[in-house]
């Protein structure tokens, strides 16, 4: 279930952002790479935001929660605002993502592996000098993984 963000008025950046959960600087920083269009100025040369900036926010939001790119995110939009198009594109950016997460969870798993057998070498109680994780970790030629 996605959450909608519901805004019928311009609104500053401060309330965009309690709204939305998304920082001010981070916002900024959409603007400046191009991921968010130029909100309208007010007056006193402020920044004014409409739904049509929440819901650009929302998704980039979403898409930064999964883990893709800033670059990725720029592709996906442009897919977005272009109904029209395939969305071959689309599935090549998620099955490349879906394969470097699951390269992030095989690494972890092997890390965990390799850390839960250190910690079990040693029941604390010697002095450092003799403790096998301070060992393991001085060589790293002891370790099962190599590739940690």
């Keep these: 279930m996605t959450a909608t963000v519901k805004i019928d008025r311009v609104m500053p950046i401060g309330a965009l952002a309690d709204r939305t959960g998304v920082k001010v600087e981070t ?11 130029p909100p309208e100025r007010s007056e006193g040369n402020q920044r004014r935001y409409g739904r049509r900036h929440a819901e650009r926010l929302a998704f980039i939001k979403h898409a930064r929660d999964l883990g893709f790119a800033v670059e990725n ?6 897919l977005s605002d272009t109904p029209g198009m395939a969305c071959d594109e689309a599935h090549a950016i ?15 798993r092997s890390l965990e592996k390799e850390l839960e ?8 109680g010697v002095a450092a000098c003799d403790c096998a994780i301070i060992e393991a970790l001085a060589d790293h030629g002891q370790c099962s993984h190599a590739h940690h």
């Design 27 to 37: 916002i900024r920083y959409y603007e400046q790479v191009g991921l968010l269009p």
């Design 73 to 78: 995110i720029r592709t996906l939009l442009k």
């Design 94 to 108: 998620s099955v490349a993502h879906l394969d470097e997460v699951r390269d992030k969870i095989a690494k972890l």
């Design 117 to 124: 057998r250190i910690a079990t070498t040693c029941s604390g």
